[in-house]
């Protein structure tokens, strides 16, 4: 009978002793992460304010385009700007723009091109007011419209055909 009741003692404490089973609990589901995909630019038209004997002062419509499900503000743009394959002119630019989720903005920049330091064929086409190609490359600084996403730094190069006009005032 000891033997029976220490066998019987055992068997308890070893069912005491044994954890018991966990209720499997649900992971919470990770946060999606969301990620800013990068605005395009296009520069839309290049106008002539004034043309004087050698210099002429331009101005640049640049189209920003955001292709997120939310807004983005453009904070700062440096840029280099090329006519015909040929460097026209640079800069930087702090003014913010905002562009709306899955939308675009313009904003305009200004720049003056000396007819002495130019290649005759890219003079030839802004007096003809013809299409230029333009090549449009630089660093802009990007922030996502959206909390808990951080500013990021993204490269540009954009190539393309832009209408030269007489800016109508």
């Known amino acids: 009978m000891r033997k029976f009741l220490f ?3 055992m068997v308890a404490l070893l069912c005491a002793c044994k954890s018991q089973p966990r209720i499997a609990e649900e992971e919470p589901e990770p946060e999606s992460v969301v990620e800013a995909l990068e605005p395009e630019f296009i520069i839309s038209s290049i106008n002539i304010i004034q043309a004087d004997l050698v210099n002429t002062q331009f101005e640049a419509v640049l189209k920003v385009s955001n292709p997120n ?3 983005l503000i453009l904070s700062e743009l440096k840029y280099q700007l090329y006519g015909n394959n040929l460097f026209w002119a640079d ?4 003014e913010i723009l905002h ?3 899955k939308s675009s903005s313009e904003t305009k ?3 003056s091109m000396n007819f ?3 290649n005759r064929r890219l003079l030839d086409d802004i007096i003809a007011m013809r299409r230029v190609r333009y090549r449009f490359s630089g660093e802009a600084e990007v922030q996502p419209d959206v909390p808990g996403l951080l500013p990021f730094v993204m490269n540009f190069d954009c190539t393309g055909l832009s209408d030269v006009r007489q800016r109508a005032d």
Do not use: Q, T, Y
């Open 69 to 71: 499900e939310f807004g």
């Open 99 to 101: 562009i709306p989720a």
């Open 109 to 111: 920049f200004r720049f």
């Open 116 to 118: 002495i330091n130019m």
């Open 7 to 9: 066998f019987l003692l």
């Open 91 to 94: 800069g930087i630019r702090n």
